[in-house]
């Protein structure tokens, strides 16, 4: 018997993340040492976002985006060389088709940082097939649902679906690393692991007019809609795993949620759901 992956929401902070990893960092290593090995990685993220229709990369070899000015030469030294499945962007193409959705293969597109900064702490080895699908615009939060509710068989056939934003991003306030974090910070993050601890969807979806400070927690939307593509394919039912991640900057929460199947397989049964037939 199949069983499914959880789905994942990271919130990626800054592109330094990737050289100074921190709490957040540390937690998404102990889950990539924990999970078994997907057949696949599908990432949504903000730093991709389309017009016309959903973007879905089919590169054998998606490059490395580095997509960002002003920050330390290192950063710009790093890669993460890992393979895509130019197969599996068919399969997502054909779950988009059936729900509604047109969408095209890019075959050039790479992993831009929302993609690749996370994997680079949750998969350091870089041997898993990764590919990434675009948040195609105008989009709410329903509609960001209802495109992880249109990936949710992924998870069937062994794929781990990442939506990777931040739980906070509000760039107005950015301050220096260690910065005092800022009390909307912290609210906001804790009314939204209450709503996602209590399955309240439609709370969620109405956040912007119920969570506490929710227009200076996200003066725009597109860092917090990969949350929603994360939650619509994780389904109406399971287990919510917080994985702390702390503040950096005094106002990016980087706290990550796991959405686990509601009964939550042994490691031995997803590693099967890991093996396509």
């Known amino acids: 018997m199949r069983h499914a992956f959880p789905t994942l929401f990271v919130s990626h902070g800054a592109p330094t993340f990737a050289l100074e990893p921190g709490l957040a960092g540390a937690s998404l ?29 089919a590169s054998e070899a998606p490059a490395t985006l580095h997509d960002f000015g002003g920050f330390p ?21 054909r779950l988009l088709s059936a729900a509604g959705w047109s969408s095209l293969a890019d075959p050039r597109r790479g992993l831009d940082h929302g993609a690749w900064v996370p994997l680079l702490h949750l998969v350091p080895t870089a041997d898993v097939p990764v590919l990434q699908v675009s948040l195609p615009m105008p989009l709410d939060p329903l509609g960001a649902w209802q495109l992880g509710r249109a990936l949710r068989p992924l998870r069937e056939a062994g794929v781990l679906l990442v939506g990777s934003g931040s739980l906070t991003h509000n760039l107005y306030e950015f301050r220096a690393a260690r910065a005092p974090v800022e009390g909307y910070v912290e609210r906001f993050a804790r009314w939204t692991a209450h709503a996602l601890q209590a399955a309240d969807l439609d709370a969620l979806l109405d956040y912007r007019n119920r969570a506490p400070e929710a227009e200076r927690a996200h003066p725009t939307e597109e860092h917090i809609l990969p949350l929603f593509v994360a939650l619509g394919a994780a389904g109406e039912h399971y287990a919510l795993r917080v994985l702390e991640g702390g503040v950096q900057h005094g106002v990016l929460a980087m706290d990550h949620y796991l959405f686990c199947p ?11 759901a890991a093996i396509p037939s």
């Open 262 to 272: 509601s009964t939550v397989p042994s490691a031995q049964d997803m590693l099967h």
């Open 73 to 93: 030469p290192a950063l710009y030294q790093l890669g993460y060389p890992a393979p895509g499945l130019p197969a599996m962007a068919e399969e997502i193409r």
């Open 29 to 57: 290593m102990a889950l990539g040492a924990e999970l078994p090995r997907p057949r696949a990685i599908v990432v949504v993220s903000p730093h991709w976002m389309t017009r016309g229709g959903v973007g879905v990369t």
